[in-house]
């Protein structure tokens, strides 16, 4: 077998090992180098990593006839300024006569001790950037390094680029595992946070839509975790091309890079769009929470309801120049939850203060005006403002109808008036509006009311 037949073998071996794209470039080094020892019958073969700015270039491991071992020798420009820029602008180094060519000269007291004759040093390249050197040394007699002999050091310096090129590959897989177990944590935690709100809700029996208000959830958590997972397919799509790249030996450095960058992008839009439903999730739990006492007691409604307007009408007046009038006749006793009446009002009446004027408008005003019905009462609560869209008014009472989204409103504030009102007290709710006019809500509740089991 001839040498060029000989050496065409090896490398053909090498270039099939899996110990090259494994990802382990210590392990790739260690194989490439024996293989080169091998193939050229040299005494010592080593590898050197350039740093950025192409004046230090370090040993990282060499392969003589004691075995391996890892260096940290170095090299610096300023000491060797003839050998830089013979790597600057040269395919090889090819050095027959060590000691004294023009490139290698400046190595003669180490290349004395050592008794090298030979240099033969083909650069390690990564997305078409020098990043290292293989160095093939050769001891005793001056040797004459053959074509065949340069272009079988280059192809392994250039299996070895691949090699980089793998680590680096798997160094992004692995942070892409992590993110992706990190952001798998968060989910599993915000899932059970929603199953314990569910939970909570359940005992409370504080909303009977529970089949809407579910739906509501899972269309809001839908936007950021359909971003989220908009954002996972395109890094998969991204590895799929950098990987064909880099099996068909295409990759170059500044697909790399966009690769890189599109990674850390995509990983801080998922963590943004996981926190954006962690605090959905937040808000969908406080729903849950009793605000309230549940007993059932005697109260006369005037007195129930001054506590609460007195309670709210510095805040209103205060945040939102919005001032409230009370109109109730005396003497209403109610067998009710003065809990859920107490958190009824609070709600109607700040999504007043919020939701109802416009900016520009002055003269803000709610009134509440109560009337005995024998049986039952008429509670309305009425504003001055801005009125309710049409196209959303037949929607106001599901979870997660806002026109204050971007302001942070949840959208949820009716959906718990609704289901207190048409649950716990056993009442009924309706809604009046007329645009730049007023809406009024209309609520009438039992005066007696027994406990359900």
Not at 29 to 57: E, H, N, P
Not at 276 to 283: I, N, P
Not at 413 to 421: A, C, E, P, R
């Amino acid at each position: 077998m001839s040498e060029q037949e000989q050496l065409n073998k090896l490398l053909l071996e090498v270039s099939q090992s899996p110990t090259i794209d494994c990802g382990d470039y210590a392990s790739a080094m260690k194989y490439v180098t024996q293989i080169c020892r091998a193939g050229l019958d040299v005494a010592r073969c080593s590898v050197w990593q350039l740093d950025k700015t192409f004046t230090q270039i370090r040993c990282l491991i060499l392969n003589h006839s004691k075995g391996i071992e890892e260096s940290n020798n170095t090299c610096t420009e300023t000491d060797y300024p003839a050998y830089f820029k013979a790597l600057r602008e040269k395919r090889f180094i090819v050095a027959d006569n060590a000691q004294v060519d023009p490139d290698t000269f400046e190595f003669k007291d180490y290349l004395q001790e050592e008794h090298i004759a030979s240099i033969l040093d083909a650069p390690i390249r990564q997305g078409g950037h020098i990043v290292g050197t293989l160095c093939c040394e050769h001891t005793g007699q001056i040797r004459a390094w053959s074509p065949d002999e340069q272009s079988f050091v280059g192809s392994l310096a250039d299996i070895l680029g691949r090699a980089l090129t793998a680590q680096d590959r798997r160094q992004v897989q692995q942070s892409l595992e992590e993110s992706n177990q990190y952001l798998s944590k968060l989910i599993d935690e915000r899932t059970h946070h929603l199953s314990l709100a569910f939970e909570q809700i359940s005992e409370q029996e504080k909303m009977a839509s529970l089949g809407k208000l579910v739906a509501g959830v899972a269309h809001e958590i839908n936007n950021p975790i359909g971003l989220g997972i908009t954002t996972a397919t395109h890094i998969e799509d991204m590895t799929l091309q950098i990987s064909k790249a880099f099996q068909e030996g295409t990759i170059t450095q500044s697909q790399f890079k966009e690769y890189i960058e599109v990674v850390e992008e995509g990983s801080l839009l998922l963590i943004e769009n996981l926190h954006r439903a962690a605090d959905l999730v937040k808000s969908f739990k406080q729903i849950a929470v009793d605000q309230s006492d549940n007993s059932f007691l005697e109260i006369n409604l005037v007195d129930t309801l001054n506590n609460i307007v007195n309670s709210l009408k510095a805040e209103l007046k205060k945040k939102h120049q919005t001032t409230i009038q009370l109109n109730c006749p005396k003497n209403i006793l109610l067998n009710t939850c003065p809990g859920s009446i107490a958190q009824i009002m609070t709600n109607l009446l700040m999504n007043a203060g919020i939701h109802a004027f416009p900016e520009d408008q002055t003269d803000r005003h709610v009134s509440i005006t109560v009337e005995d019905q024998q049986t039952q009462i008429k509670l309305c609560v009425e504003d001055n403002g801005q009125g309710i869209r049409p196209e959303i008014i037949n929607k106001i009472y599901e979870p997660f109808v806002t026109t204050r989204r971007s302001q942070g409103g949840s959208g949820l504030g009716l959906n718990i008036v609704h289901n207190l009102v048409t649950q716990k007290l056993q009442g009924t709710i309706e809604v009046e509006s007329q645009p730049n006019q007023f809406t009024r809500f209309i609520i009438f509740i039992p005066k007696t009311l027994e406990p359900s089991n």
